[in-house]
């Protein structure tokens, strides 16, 4: 008996060490092929803002809360871009069956994001998003610095918050 608890606890030990461990692991961009809106593959390792944070979004078409979201950081995005120099990209989570609905409707709303599919879901396991909406704040050397999952009304000023926080220590 003593032996089993023994194990069982050593076990447990061993896989919250493995999950700290990968999530310390991701503080980089994972590479993971996806399509842009020209159905052209991309590797999701060169996305970069040119020394500038970014944010990438995971969404999808049939996410109210991801719309809410994106159109609420599209309402500030000039101003945002204005004053941090940040880019916003937005990663489809739509499978092939309603991916091509995403062309037309980022195109509808006037979202001037750089736009991606990830028709198979590889970059978002890669990234460890569980569901849609979730947010990352990239430095300007690409480490993750914040991320956020789900959204609430308000939600934006926090990123934003955490964008001029990047912004003001890089000056």
Known sequence: MKVCLNLFFAMIILCFSFNAASSQDLKAIPSASIKNMKNETI?????TNEGK???ISFWATWCKPCIMELNAISEVYEDWLEETGVKVIVISVDDSRSSKKVAPFVKSRNWKYES??????????AMNVNNPPHTFLFSGNGEIVWQHNGYAPGDEEELYKQLK????ENE
């Open 165 to 168: 926080k990047i912004v003001d």
């Open 53 to 55: 944070p970014f944010i």
């Open 116 to 125: 991606y599919l990830d028709e198979n879901s590889d970059f978002k396991r």
């Open 43 to 47: 590797d999701t390792k060169d996305f």
